[in-house]
C-alpha cells in the first residue's frame, strides 16, 4: 500500500514562501496524477494543485499565481513552492495521488500563515 509522507510546513508571516515536499512509498509513482490538499480549520479538504506525469499542471484559483507544483519521479517526491502566503493559505497540507486513494493519507504538514 502506498504511503505519503508531508514535510516542510511551518510558521511563516503574511507574504513568506515555503517549500513543501511529500515523498510516496512503493512503485509506480511516475504514472499517477498528484495533488497537494489543504484542509483549513473546520473546513473540508479541498484540492489546490495537480500535476500529471506529463508534467502538466493545474490550481486552485485562489493559489493561481503564487503556488507552484513540481515533481521529480526518480525520488518519488512532488513539492509544492508557496510564495506571497496569506492568512487563507493557514491549514495541514496533504499530497495523494488523483482521484485519491483514501487509504494513503498521510499525517499532513501543517502551514501557519500569520503575523
Known amino acids: 500500500q502506498v504511503q505519503y509522507v508531508e514535510s516542510g510546513g511551518a510558521l511563516v508571516q503574511p507574504g513568506g514562501s515555503l517549500r513543501l515536499s511529500c515523498t510516496a512509498s512503493?512503485?509506480?509513482?511516475?504514472?499517477?496524477?498528484m495533488g497537494w490538499y489543504r484542509q483549513a480549520p473546520g473546513k473540508r479538504r479541498e484540492l489546490v494543485a495537480t500535476?500529471?506525469?506529463?508534467?502538466?499542471?493545474n490550481y486552485e484559483d485562489t493559489v493561481k499565481g503564487r503556488f507552484t507544483i513540481s515533481r521529480d519521479n526518480a525520488k518519488r517526491t512532488v513539492y509544492l513552492q508557496m510564495n506571497s502566503l496569506k492568512a487563507d493559505d493557514t491549514g495541514v497540507y496533504y499530497c495523494?495521488?488523483?482521484?485519491?486513494?483514501?487509504?494513503?493519507w498521510g499525517q499532513g504538514t501543517q502551514v501557519t500563515v500569520s503575523a
Open positions: 512503493g512503485s509506480y509513482f511516475s504514472i499517477y496524477t
Open positions: 500535476i500529471a506525469d506529463s508534467g502538466s499542471t
Open positions: 495523494n495521488r488523483l482521484p485519491p486513494n483514501g487509504a494513503s
